[in-house]
Antibody
């Protein structure tokens, strides 16, 4: 079955960097994009960006441009999200999710229904 | 950037009642897709509906509709497990892919 397993919770000081991993199992990793979404305590969902494991193409939220890097390792079916220059307002639960774009059996790039599988979330706390 | 505005912020209803949740885009999203997610406390979001289709395993009491700038998620008869927060999400060929601020459906 499809699973996304994220790395453990982190505590970081302001100005530091954090890297969250997301290991995918149960499907062809390179066929589906990976989205990253975060949620500050008591707040709504915030889209951070998306990466295609197949092409390496990325799209980042404008507010995070320059501080975030998303990568994938197709040899281990793992996606990574690195956020630098951490601030207190980066404290949040970070989620990876499969989709919403994927490559179909003919190699065409298509939009699915949305992000259908999610990781369990990684709490990143930024505090001095 | 297209902004999604959800209303109402909170919907207080009883089990068995019908819930109608709105998601309005700041401009037409005709070249994009609109998805709906449900989130319960301490859990990851769950895909309910997207690209005009119900996600796998989602009961048929959930339905989505709309086009252009106005979209609706309807829960025909609320079950106890449906009380949660619901988010709409825009995705398509032109990022950013934004979320609405959420609608909380609470027990009256």
């Amino acid at each position: 079955q499809v699973q996304l397993l994220q790395s453990g919770d982190e505590v970081k000081k302001p100005g530091a960097s954090v890297r969250v991993s997301c290991k995918a199992t149960g499907y062809t990793f390179s066929s589906y994009g990976i989205s990253w979404v975060r949620q500050a305590p008591g707040q709504g969902l915030e889209w951070m960006g998306w990466i295609s494991p197949y092409s390496g193409n990325t799209n980042y939220a404008e507010l995070l441009q320059g501080r975030v890097t998303m990568t994938t390792d197709t040899s281990t079916n793992t996606a990574y999200m690195e956020l630098r220059s951490l601030r207190s307002d980066d404290t949040a639960v970070y989620y990876c999710a499969r989709g919403p774009y994927y490559y179909d059996s003919h190699g065409y790039y298509r939009a699915g229904m949305g992000s259908d599988y999610w990781g369990q979330g990684t709490l990143v706390t930024v505090s001095s | 950037e297209i902004v999604l505005t959800q209303s109402p912020g909170t919907l207080s209803l009883s089990p068995g009642e019908r819930a109608t949740l709105s998601c309005r885009a700041s401009q037409s999203v005709s070249n994009s897709y609109l998805a709906w997610y449900q989130q319960k406390p301490g859990q990851a979001p769950r895909l309910l509906y997207g690209a005009s289709s119900r996600a796998t395993g989602i009961p048929d009491r959930f339905s989505g509709s709309g086009s252009g700038t106005d979209f609706t998620l309807t829960i025909s008869r609320l079950e106890p497990e449906d009380f949660a927060v619901y988010y709409c999400h825009l995705y398509g060929s032109s990022p950013p892919w934004t979320f609405g601020q959420g609608t909380k459906v609470e027990i009256k």
